[in-house]
């Protein structure tokens, strides 16, 4: 019997993605904020007015909705979207006796450091991560064993249109110009949307509760995301050794980008590899971006 899946954020890069690979497996409600794809989705601006409805007789609540890292966006509103919305929408499993709740966090939550774990240091430095972390505290700690919580705390997501710095990176790949990546051996976990779709069915399906970070199967680099692009695109690496002097200032003076592109982001995931394979590589994910 197909399960009852309320998704909230239906026109989220994800939840899209989720609801196309898996619309003929569960039968889902759908609520959000701007018209995606959906012929049976329910668009409503303020989302803490969804109908009391369509909370009766849901399996599982899917909770996609989220502010990202942006620009001149208040603290305020990182609150209301990535805290008081998924807390609501908490209550509201409680009340309507609703099995599964999954929210979707992020590895923000962690300490920025070149290897991250499940037993990492949860010291986030974004308001994004902040109130990411604050979500998953509470809904893990105030089921009462009422109802079961999965975080999915997930590293960057990429895919054909994907936003975010790996869509930034491939973007540079493409322009025709030498970039300084030649001995750059950095070590970057990501996901392939195609992996995450196929990991939150896993979630539904296998009943996977408590803190969940997933991962592609392999990590890669900056070096290597720009030679692949441009093997695709059947042109010369072009790369360069950045010379020291010039990194250090890069790191000094903007290390945000030094960060993105020189430093490494390891990821480990703790999901048993019996259960969840990841088949999709980032040759994968680059292709898509390059035929889209």
């Given at each position: 019997m197909k399960k009852n899946i309320l998704i909230i954020g239906g026109d989220s890069f994800i939840a899209t993605n989720f609801i196309k690979s898996f619309q003929k497996s569960f039968n889902f409600k759908i609520v959000s904020r701007k018209k995606s794809f959906c012929s049976n989705e329910f668009i409503i601006e303020d989302l803490f007015e969804i109908p009391d409805k369509f909370f009766h007789?849901?399996?599982?609540?899917?909770?996609?909705?989220?502010?990202?890292?942006?620009?001149?966006?208040?603290?305020?509103?990182?609150?209301?979207?990535?805290?008081?919305?998924?807390?609501?929408?908490?209550?509201?499993?409680?009340?309507?006796?609703?099995?599964h709740f999954i929210q979707m966090s992020s590895i923000s939550v962690y300490k920025r450091n070149n290897n991250i774990n499940i037993n990492s240091s949860e010291l986030p430095d974004t308001s994004y991560g902040y109130y990411k972390l604050k979500t998953d505290n509470y809904i893990l700690n105030t089921s009462n064993n009422k109802i079961n919580t999965t975080c999915i705390r997930s590293p960057?997501?990429?895919?054909?249109?994907?936003?975010?710095?790996?869509?930034s990176l491939i973007n540079l790949a493409k322009l025709n110009l030498p970039l300084p990546f030649k001995d750059i051996d950095n070590k970057l976990s990501f996901i392939n949307i195609k992996n995450l779709t196929y990991f939150l069915n896993i979630v539904i399906n296998e009943k996977l509760y408590g803190i969940m970070i997933p991962t592609d199967k392999n990590t890669t680099s900056t070096k290597e995301i720009v030679k692949l692009v441009r093997a695709n695109l059947n042109r010369?690496?072009?790369?360069?050794?950045?010379?020291?002097?010039?990194?250090?200032?890069?790191?000094?003076?903007?290390?945000?980008?030094?960060?993105?592109?020189?430093?490494?982001?390891?990821?480990?995931?703790?999901?048993?590899?019996?259960?969840?394979?990841?088949?999709?590589t980032i040759n994968d994910g680059v292709m898509d971006y390059l035929k889209k």
């Open positions: 007789g849901i399996d599982v609540i899917m909770n996609f909705c989220a502010i990202v890292h942006r620009k001149y966006v208040l603290d305020e509103l990182y609150k209301k979207i990535n805290y008081d919305l998924p807390v609501f929408l908490f209550k509201k499993s409680l009340k309507y006796n609703i099995k960057l997501v990429y895919g054909a249109i994907a936003p975010g710095n790996l869509k010369q690496e072009c790369l360069f050794i950045l010379p020291k002097l010039l990194k250090v200032l890069l790191k000094t003076f903007l290390p945000n980008i030094f960060n993105k592109l020189f430093q490494s982001l390891f990821v480990e995931s703790n999901v048993d590899e019996k259960l969840y394979k990841p088949k999709f």
